[in-house]
């Protein structure tokens, strides 16, 4: 045990910090910013000047200044881990969509609260590539049903015609049952080949 105090202790918080991908923060209980990590910089585009003692919501959309008020009430009441998905405001006012968790801590008898946000930017573009996948199936869906319903009346009324004119021809039910299995079928390969083309060269 002495052993790890020895090396814990001669550990530099900032070097953690600065060693951690994405945005890494300390708020003490007043909300300020107090330590950050290099990639907290070049994310927000603030210089460390500019963020030492900024406060909290000055990184969030105002629309979830409530949320974080809570988060942030809970993490120091209850000393319980919160996490949001939310947007970081940059300084420029870029938004960028962001999963932040953050916990309690105390540091030499003071309150401090620290978390990490992680850039989900590339998940929320999946994301909604996929609601475009539903989407078109179910479009393809609908479309494939209401076609065939349309052939199934069609073949009906070419029956009928045919076996008033010429009686029922086999050769010509053939044809009609062909036409009927390829056309749905040739309109849902045009339609998936073309999606994803345009998702290829998305990506």
């Not at 990590?37 to 990184?59: M, P, R």
């Not at 003071?110 to 590339?122: K, R, V």
């Not at 073949?155 to 009609?176: K, P, Y």
């Not at 849902?188 to 994803?196: D, E, G, I, P």
């Amino acid at each position: 045990m002495n052993k790890i105090k020895h090396h814990t202790k001669n550990i530099n918080g900032q070097d953690i910090l600065d060693a951690m991908p994405q945005v890494a923060y300390v708020f003490n209980k007043e909300q300020k910013l107090v330590m950050w990590n290099k990639n907290t910089e070049k994310v927000l585009g603030y210089s460390a000047q500019e963020l030492y003692l900024k406060d909290i919501y000055d990184f969030v959309e105002e629309t979830t200044i409530d949320i974080n008020s809570i988060a942030i009430d809970t993490v120091f009441s209850e000393k319980k881990q919160q996490t949001i998905e939310q947007n970081l405001v940059t300084k420029s006012g870029k938004k960028i969509p962001i999963l932040d968790s953050a916990n309690y801590a105390m540091v030499n008898g003071e309150d401090y609260l620290i978390g990490l946000a992680i850039d989900i930017s590339e998940l929320k573009q999946t994301e909604k590539i996929l609601k475009d996948v539903v989407t078109e199936l179910q479009h393809l869906k609908n479309e494939l049903q209401a076609e065939n319903i349309f052939f199934k009346e069609e073949r009906r009324s070419f029956i009928d015609l045919e076996s008033t004119i010429i009686g029922s021809s086999q050769a010509i039910l053939e044809i009609e049952d062909k036409i009927e299995d390829v056309r749905p079928l040739q309109k849902v390969a045009n339609k998936f080949t073309s999606y994803f083309l345009s998702y290829f060269s998305i990506i």
